[in-house]
């Protein structure tokens, strides 16, 4: 289960939100982000971002 911070930065990511763009609307560093990606991607069994992204989006559309 994804905690919180990781939910608003997945949030972000599936908004278009770069990692830049993360790292200043968090107002967190570089470590920070590549640790919670990292926590991410264990849990959703993927690899990247773009796989992440991919996952998302045929959730989304299951959903609807």
Do not use: A
């Amino acid at each position: 289960m994804l905690i919180y911070k990781e939910k608003e930065i997945l949030n972000l990511y599936v908004k278009g939100c770069s990692s830049k763009d993360i790292l200043e609307t968090l107002n967190i560093t570089d470590n920070t982000l590549k640790y919670h990606n990292r926590n991410i991607y264990s849990k959703l069994g993927v690899k990247s971002r773009k796989q992440l992204l991919m996952y998302m989006t045929l959730l989304n559309n299951k959903r609807s």
